[in-house]
């Protein structure tokens, strides 16, 4: 069967973790926030439909990258995120890792690589 997608227009960036963190909350299989460059974002929720028991395949088409964490050299140590700040991780400690990996200053290398998230 094809996935499920729910849409949601104009969402104000001050709603937009609350609504991904919701979307994560219902089990999306994928959540994608666009910007739409009038000050709000689309949110795209898709719901995989999976014989029980089983769980989905994940297909990559054109470019991707694996993105934040201690391992990510791609980012510099001290590199920073668009959408959080050194005063976010104690609300949102399901993204980030316990503590700062040694030689590292910047949210990007203290990501969880074990979380969920999207960067774009």
Excluded: W
């Excluded at 997608?5 to 926030?33: G, H, M, P, W």
């Excluded at 949210?107 to 690589?113: K, T």
């Amino acid at each position: 069967m094809p996935p499920h997608i729910f849409t949601l227009d104009k969402v104000a960036e001050s709603k937009l973790i609350e609504t991904i963190k919701k979307a994560d909350d219902d089990n999306a299989d994928i959540v994608t926030a666009v910007n739409d460059k009038q000050g709000t974002f689309t949110v795209e929720s898709t719901f995989m439909d999976h014989p029980a028991g089983t769980s989905g395949t994940i297909i990559r088409v054109g470019k991707m990258s694996i993105f934040g964490g201690p391992g990510d050299t791609g980012v510099g140590p001290d590199e920073g995120l668009s959408l959080f700040e050194a005063s976010d991780v104690a609300a949102n400690s399901d993204l980030f890792l316990p503590a700062q990996p040694p030689g590292t200053t910047g949210l990007a290398r203290r990501l969880n690589p074990q979380a969920k998230y999207l960067a774009s």
